[in-house]
C-alpha cells in the first residue's frame, strides 16, 4: 500500500472534523455493495481536498493561543469541509459511509488507495 496509513489517518481525522448531520439522521445512506465507481471518484476528490484544509486547519489551531478563536477555527473547517465534499456532488453521509467502509472492507481500500496514488 503506498498511502495506506496515511489514507486511513486522513480519512478518521476528516471523519472528526466534518459533520454528521446525514449520517446521523437514522438512515443509511447507501449500501457498501452499492458504491459506484463515479462515487469512488467524488470521494477521492473530496477526500483529497478535505485531507488538504485538515492540515491548513489543524496548523492553524496548534497556533491558536485563543480557546474562542480555537472554536471558531474548528467550526470554519468543518464548514470547509462539508463544502468541498458537496461540491464533488456528494453528500456529508455518504462521505462518511465511504470512509466507514474503507475501513472495513480491504479491497474498497485497495481500489481508493490505488486512486489516490500519483
Not at 32 to 54: G, Y
Request: glycine share 6%; charged share 30%.
Amino acid at each position: 500500500m503506498k498511502f495506506g496509513k496515511l489514507v486511513l489517518m486522513g480519512v478518521v481525522i476528516g471523519l472528526l472534523l466534518v459533520t454528521l448531520r446525514e449520517a446521523l439522521a437514522g438512515e443509511p445512506v447507501m449500501e457498501s455493495d452499492e458504491i459506484q465507481e463515479e462515487t469512488l471518484q467524488q470521494f477521492a476528490l473530496a477526500f483529497i481536498t478535505v485531507r488538504e484544509l485538515n492540515a491548513l486547519y489543524r496548523e492553524e489551531i496548534e497556533q491558536t493561543k485563543e480557546s474562542e478563536e480555537a472554536v471558531q477555527l474548528r467550526d470554519e473547517a468543518r464548514a470547509a469541509m462539508t463544502e468541498a465534499i458537496e461540491r464533488t456532488g456528494l453528500e456529508v453521509g455518504e462521505y462518511n459511509f465511504i470512509a466507514h467502509q474503507m475501513r472495513r472492507n480491504p479491497q474498497l481500500f485497495m481500489t481508493l488507495d490505488e486512486m489516490l496514488s500519483p
